[in-house]
């Protein structure tokens, strides 16, 4: 806008001029700051003194502070010559000054995506409690650790970026390419598909593969700003919130591949995926999966690669604002999840207030209860079989003829009770043996000791003299898979 002001302001009329920036203002806020940068361009160019009665009525349409600013500073000019620097104009923000700036692209992109859902959605658009943003290099494994992520956080929504863009010819030409998509288009799916009031639970969801760019960082940015906007504004003064608008929280989670390892598996990816939609068009059964251009070339495989590479340094920017983990996922896909669980267990810390979490922290999560349980059990029968040989030898001996039988018959039930008198259990140390060897085989072991009274003599004046008997119960439980829906997934599968 300025570079054309700067070239019609000598040769046209101010009148004209000031018309083409009034009509910027009326384009929405996105471009106020724009029409404040042309205004001083104009300015300056033309040699005119733009005073405060002259364009009263074009001020009074552009809300910014920039322009409201610079406006009441004409009054204190004799013979004003604005000199307004369009960079500082379009950076203007209230943010200190260290901050990163937001682009004027990103700007005007948000405004416009968020401007479209407003008018789609209406008073019936509301936003999820908790978005977290997977991004990853191709091939880190982004699609497999999703469920995982999703079962940790206990959310039901995943919206895959790449997934949303498929049916866009256009658009899946760029990615056959290894290109990105218009930033605009990007952002209009994305925030149809979070915001989506069909598929809503208000709960949280995951984003796979937002943001790539510095100005979807940005975008990113302006989102969270406008959903604590939200959330203030529907928030009473007593404190109540309003569903609609809970108290917004954004996790970053990165997957991090070198570049061999990514080629290599999105080159194996393509094997596996052509080998399988093989497989299912002889049998006629199943459903064909969609094979990547990208994966089938290697130049291509690297040239996505790349272009993550590229962009790297931008999605850095989110930790200054956002709990951001990276994760090494070179590894198998057991450490990958060890990674994601070790990183995203804490971050109720940081979605807590801090009176909350100070009053609660000293409880500890379920998981480091059962690690710590299970280094203790790992101890004890190591303790076992080194200090009570003898002992635990007998106690192996009963599990192999008389508890495995029993749960052998009742296998299917997931639960049985084992019933002994032996006198291997009058020493307190067997029945913990018997509890631990099966616990680590994964039952769910209970013990209890009973005692029975049989009368053996009745006396005379009527008093009955028992005898005691005792016996160790043991209650066994184990969980029992669905067989049949393991049979139904087994067949669609093959």
């Not at 101010?14 to 700051?33: C, D, H, I």
């Not at 923000?93 to 260290?98: A, E, H, L, Q």
């Not at 109720?348 to 998981?367: D, G, K």
């Amino acid at each position: 806008c300025c570079r054309f002001l700067r070239l019609v302001a000598p040769c046209t009329t101010l009148p004209l001029t000031m018309l083409f920036v009034s009509g910027l203002a009326r384009a929405g806020n996105g471009l106020s700051k724009v029409a404040a940068a042309a205004l001083s361009s104009c300015g300056r160019v033309a040699g005119v003194s733009l005073r405060r009665a002259t364009f009263s009525g074009i001020v009074s349409r552009l809300s910014p502070a920039p322009v409201l600013q610079w406006h009441a500073s004409l009054s204190t000019q004799a013979a004003p010559q604005p000199s307004v620097d369009v960079a500082a104009v379009v950076n203007e923000k209230s943010d200190p000054v260290d901050e990163p700036r937001i682009s004027m692209q990103a700007q005007l992109v948000f405004d416009h995506c968020w401007r479209q859902l407003e008018e789609k959605h209406g008073s019936s658009l509301s936003a999820p409690r908790e978005i977290i943003w997977l991004n990853g290099a191709p091939g880190s494994g982004k699609g497999t650790s999703t469920p995982y992520i999703r079962r940790m956080r206990n959310l039901t929504r995943v919206l895959v970026v790449s997934d949303l863009l498929q049916n866009d010819p256009e658009c899946r030409r760029k990615m056959d390419n290894a290109e990105l998509v218009d930033d605009t288009r990007v952002g209009t799916l994305l925030l149809d598909g979070i915001f989506d009031t069909q598929t809503s639970d208000g709960a949280g969801i995951i984003v796979d593969g937002f943001p790539r760019t510095g100005d979807q960082v940005d975008f990113l940015k302006l989102l969270y700003e406008k959903l604590q906007h939200k959330h203030k504004k529907h928030t009473s003064s007593a404190g109540v919130t309003s569903p609609r608008f809970p108290r917004p929280v954004f996790n970053i989670v990165v997957l991090y591949v070198d570049e061999e390892e990514s080629v290599r598996r999105q080159m194996t990816r393509a094997v596996k995926t052509r080998k399988q939609n093989e497989r299912r068009r002889d049998a006629g059964v199943g459903t064909i999966l969609a094979e990547r251009a990208t994966d089938n070339d290697e130049a291509k495989a690297k040239s996505r690669y790349r272009t993550f590479r590229d962009h790297y340094t931008t999605l850095l920017r989110l930790k200054q604002f956002f709990p951001f983990t990276l994760i090494d996922a070179m590894g198998t896909i057991g450490d990958v999840r060890l990674q994601i669980a070790q990183e995203l267990r804490y971050q109720s810390a940081l979605e807590l207030s801090e009176e909350t979490y100070e009053r609660i922290s000293h409880i500890p999560v379920a998981s480091e209860l059962v690690t710590r349980a299970r280094q203790q059990l790992v101890a004890r029968l190591d303790r076992y079989c080194m200090q009570s040989s003898e002992l635990f030898s007998e106690v192996i001996s009963i599990l192999d003829n008389e508890v495995l039988p029993l749960l052998r018959r009742v296998s299917l039930s997931g639960h049985a009770k084992f019933t002994t008198t032996s006198p291997t259990f009058s020493d307190p140390k067997a029945v913990e043996m018997l509890i631990d060897v099966l616990s680590d085989r994964e039952f769910f072991v209970s013990h209890q000791l009973v005692q029975r009274y049989i009368p053996h003599q009745v006396l005379h004046d009527g008093t009955i003299n028992n005898t005691v008997q005792e016996f160790h119960e043991f209650r066994i439980e184990f969980e029992v898979p669905d067989l049949r829906k393991t049979a139904r997934r087994d067949d669609h599968v093959g």
